[in-house]
């Protein structure tokens, strides 16, 4: 009955290589979220999609590309990954934000990933 | 552009005294608040939030923040805390479309 899931949990991976985290939500909601949190715990904003459009897109490297195949997936999927790409990652989904700002985040567990 | 300053990065308080964690922010617009914490190893979670009307707000479990306009504050309060608190607690700041996070105060509560 997890409200917002994110697999994998941990991911391991050499620099160069392609992965990708997957989101889904069970909430009903028409936004999701992408952010980072940093080695000393900075939270910041990624994407935003609203019903599949995508609505925020702050400067993040183009090896970045988010892709939502429906209102309940938000997917990141990450090339040529390098070091300084280590941290955890959140998904988040809510019912309306996008142009209200009032909505409560629904977050993710996080991926935690490591680049060697 | 909209900031949040989070001025104390970790906060030890032994169980059952009273904690303040303070948050400051800048904005030329009206905004919406935010307390979010985040348990080891999970996600964040809301604990409570701003938006409009009275300037106190209360969470569930015993924690309050007051909306102060003049001092652009929005610290967070609790008059006895427990073990269980210890916890990442971020004050975020939202006008539209996106949250604005501090970076966080760690709360470690000791027996």
């Known amino acids: 009955d997890t409200a917002v899931s994110q697999t994998p949990k941990y991911l391991v991976t050499q620099m160069g290589n392609d992965k990708s985290i997957k989101c889904e939500q069970n909430?009903?909601?028409?936004?999701m979220y992408w952010y980072k949190q940093d080695s000393k715990k900075f939270l910041k904003i990624m994407f935003s999609?609203?019903?599949?459009?995508?609505?925020i897109n702050e400067t993040v490297p183009n090896r970045f590309s988010p892709k939502s195949p429906d209102k309940a997936h938000l997917n990141l999927h990450i090339n040529s990954l390098e070091l300084g790409d280590s941290a955890v990652y959140f998904c988040?989904?809510?019912?309306?934000?996008?142009?209200?700002?009032?909505?409560?985040?629904?977050f993710g567990p996080g991926t935690r990933l490591t680049v060697l | 552009a909209q900031s949040v300053t989070q001025l104390d990065s970790q906060v030890p308080v032994f169980e059952e005294a009273p904690v303040e964690l303070r948050c400051n922010y800048s904005?030329?617009?009206?905004?919406?608040l935010f307390w979010y914490v985040q348990y080891p190893n999970q996600g964040l979670q809301l604990l409570l939030k701003?938006?409009?009307?009275?300037?106190l707000v209360e969470s569930i479990n015993g924690f309050e923040a007051e909306f102060n306009k003049s001092q652009t504050s929005f610290h967070l309060r609790k008059p006895s805390v427990h073990i269980s608190d210890t916890a990442e607690y971020f004050c975020?700041?939202?006008?539209?479309?996106?949250?604005?996070f501090g970076t966080g105060t760690r709360l470690q509560v000791f027996p």
């Open positions: 988040a989904s809510s019912q309306d934000g996008w142009e209200r700002g009032t909505d409560t985040q629904y």
């Open positions: 909430l009903g909601h028409d936004t």
């Open positions: 999609y609203n019903n599949k459009e995508l609505i």
């Open positions: 904005s030329s617009v009206s905004v919406y």
């Open positions: 701003y938006l409009s009307g009275s300037t």
């Open positions: 975020a700041v939202s006008n539209t479309d996106k949250l604005i």
